[in-house]
């Protein structure tokens, strides 16, 4: 989710990645679209009202330790641009956040959950901005 080419990043409280950086998001409820659930999480985990502009991508990774012994959860994992409705700042759910910041592409932070596919979903987003605002923080597109 961006605001002024700005990318939405939530520090989470839960396990996994407990205390890194994330992209706001989660598991989509029974018949529940990718989209929806997009905007469902949003609201959820940030207090914001997003609307949906376009796919961005869709990478697997695994969560969890997998159940008495057993390999863990295969997940696939849809990314989507998505910008915000209004201006009003975040307010995270403590229970799954304890802070929420606006980055700039070039201004990432290093400690991301996620890291086996984050880091690739985070360059996608940065190539999918204009290359200009990767350096300036700006013009990030719907």
């Known amino acids: 989710m ?5 990318l939405l990043l939530l520090r989470r409280t839960i396990e996994p990645w407990l205390g890194c950086w994330d992209i706001p998001g989660g598991f989509c409820e029974p018949d529940e679209h990718p989209e929806a659930t997009v905007v469902r999480e949003v609201r959820e985990e940030a207090g914001l009202e997003v609307r949906v502009t376009r796919p961005l991508g869709v ?4 969560y ?4 008495d012994g057993g390999p863990p959860d295969t997940t696939m994992n849809c990314y989507y641009h998505a910008v915000t409705l209004d201006d009003r700042d975040p307010v ?3 229970a799954e956040a304890s802070d929420a910041r606006w980055f700039a592409a070039s201004a990432l932070p290093e400690d991301i959950a996620f890291p086996a596919h984050a880091g690739q979903v985070l360059a996608a ?3 999918a ?3 200009d605002a990767a ?5 990030a597109p719907d």
């Open 92 to 94: 995270v759910d403590p």
């Open 59 to 62: 990478w697997l990774d695994t």
């Open 135 to 139: 350096d300036a923080g700006a013009g």
């Open 129 to 131: 901005v204009a290359p």
């Open 2 to 6: 961006t605001r002024d080419g700005r």
């Open 64 to 67: 969890g330790d997998g159940v």
């Open 125 to 127: 987003w940065r190539e």
